[in-house]
């Protein structure tokens, strides 16, 4: 079966500093990778993704991520972090019966940024 | 697209009462999906459906949930009779193809 770990549940950074979120997975077939975030008092919305192809992905508010088959990771970074990147982000992967859209999602990172 | 569209946005009720929460998803798209949000259990999957049928409901927490999708273009999810520990913010999801698109949820308080 699928599953997400997503290391630290918390995460503190200084604004302009660099922001790292980790995201282990295990998946008995070639994943489907997702980072949502996910603002106060509001639904989840897609930061990027990652199917086929490139494994480096860019997405919104200059995010991206890696995805390392070896290490089963897909790490959120982004260089320098504003005071509005301050969300909940999670990590998802595709559930690997490949028949359904369903998703396995971590448990979520909080991310707070300090003037 | 205007989007998932969830409502009410916002429900307090008192604990025994029936509680509908409905769903309108993304024109076109066949997925949709049935979320819990909560502190002590984070985002819970309860129920989805696939052109309408119901394809996995393991997530749903007991027999007071009941959830349907008559066309389309609505779902709803209801709890009957309700109960305290049912609070929670409640999303709706709906998809295409694999990424899943959020509606904005349903705060339920039960007193």
């Known amino acids: 079966a699928q599953s997400v770990t997503q290391l630290g549940s918390h995460v503190s950074v200084s604004e302009g500093a660099l922001v790292l979120l980790r995201c282990n997975y295990s998946?008995?077939?070639?994943?489907?990778l997702f980072w949502y975030v996910q603002y106060p008092n509001q639904g989840l919305q897609l930061l990027l993704k990652?199917?086929?192809?490139?494994?480096l992905v860019k997405g919104i508010n200059g995010f991206e991520a890696e995805f390392k088959k070896s290490e089963t990771s897909f790490h959120l970074t982004k260089p320098s972090a504003h005071m509005s990147d301050a969300a909940e982000y999670f990590c998802?992967?595709?559930?690997?019966?490949?028949?359904?859209?369903?998703?396995?999602f971590g448990t979520g990172t909080l991310l707070a940024v300090q003037p | 697209d205007a989007g998932v569209i969830q409502s009410p946005r916002h429900e307090v009720t008192e604990m025994g009462q029936e509680v509908t929460l409905r769903c309108k998803p993304i024109?076109?798209?066949?997925?949709l999906f049935w979320y819990r949000q909560t502190m002590m259990r984070g985002l819970e999957l309860l129920i989805y459906f696939n052109n309408n049928v119901p394809i996995d409901d393991s997530g749903m927490p007991e027999d007071r949930f009941s959830a349907k999708m008559p066309n389309a273009s609505f779902s709803t999810l209801k709890i009957q009779p309700s109960e305290p520990r049912d609070s929670a913010v409640y999303f709706c999801?709906?998809?295409?193809?694999?990424?899943?698109?959020f509606g904005p949820g349903t705060r339920l308080t039960v007193l």
């Open positions: 999801a709906s998809s295409l193809g694999v990424e899943q698109f």
């Open positions: 990652y199917t086929t192809g490139a494994t």
């Open positions: 998946s008995s077939v070639p994943p489907y």
């Open positions: 024109s076109g798209h066949d997925y």
């Open positions: 998802a992967v595709r559930a690997s019966d490949g028949a359904t859209n369903k998703l396995i």
